[in-house]
């Protein structure tokens, strides 16, 4: 079982959509969570992050974190033709490194 | 302020041959990180510098990956021999001493593949 599971998608929604991202995550010493979009042929950018369960908003987006049921989603409200990217979720223990989910392939039809 | 940049940003080379990559942290990133994404794969965790000492390298794939970081600057990751099964992106992030955990800023990568 990979530490850190995500649906791959492709994921397509029409403009002012609401777009749910979720992952699921095994290892219980995950202690911060965090969200990176990631534009074709460029390198991951952080969106969100998180230390503990409940929900945390910037603008359009709010990530939420379920530590009980090891639940992780991200949600965007009315959702732009530019935030056509892939979605990726990571999780991070006692030390620096980070894991990743495959990332969820989103596109927003105008 | 400059982002993390990656040199080259696109290698072909053939199965044997050593290859190196470099990374630029951003100015005053005592942390730096590398990462490889082999396709169809997540993005794994290869090692952490803290300045110019490795903090953790434990997603080393073997022996044939040597990376440095001297005068805990720039970094390179060099593959010798190269396989084909290192074909790749190979990403490097930095952050500031102390705020690792959450903010980790990435490069855009180096493409590597392996003939």
């Known amino acids: 079982q990979k530490e850190v599971e995500q649906d791959p998608g492709p994921l397509s929604v029409p403009e002012g959509a609401i777009v749910s991202l979720n992952c699921t995550y095994s290892?219980?010493?995950?202690?911060?969570f965090m969200w990176y979009r990631q534009y074709s042929r460029k390198g991951p950018e952080l969106l969100m992050y998180?230390?503990?369960?409940g929900n945390k908003e910037d603008g359009r987006f709010t990530a939420q974190v379920d530590k009980s049921s090891k639940y992780i989603s991200l949600f965007i409200r009315d959702s732009q033709p530019s935030d056509s990217a892939t979605y990726l979720c990571?999780?991070?223990?006692?030390?620096?490194?980070?894991?990743f989910g495959k990332g969820t392939k989103l596109s927003v039809i105008p | 302020e400059a982002g993390v940049t990656q040199f080259p940003s696109h290698s072909v080379i053939e199965k044997g041959q050593t290859v190196t990559l470099r990374c630029d942290p951003i100015?005053?990133?005592?942390?730096l990180y590398w990462y490889r994404r082999v396709m169809g794969k997540e993005i794994k965790f290869l090692l952490h510098?803290?300045?110019?000492?490795?903090?953790?390298e434990s997603g080393m794939p073997n022996n044939r990956f040597l990376a440095e970081r001297t005068g805990g600057t720039y970094s390179t990751l060099k593959v010798q021999p190269a396989e084909l099964e290192d074909s790749g992106v190979y990403f490097c992030?930095?952050?500031?001493?102390?705020?690792?955990?959450?903010?980790?800023?990435f490069g855009p990568g180096t493409r590597l593949t392996v003939l």
């Open positions: 990571a999780s991070g223990a006692g030390s620096y490194q980070l894991t």
């Open positions: 290892n219980s010493a995950f202690q911060y």
């Open positions: 998180t230390y503990s369960s």
């Open positions: 992030a930095s952050s500031r001493l102390g705020q690792g955990k959450d903010e980790q800023f």
């Open positions: 100015s005053g990133h005592d942390n």
């Open positions: 510098f803290v300045k110019e000492s490795k903090q953790d």
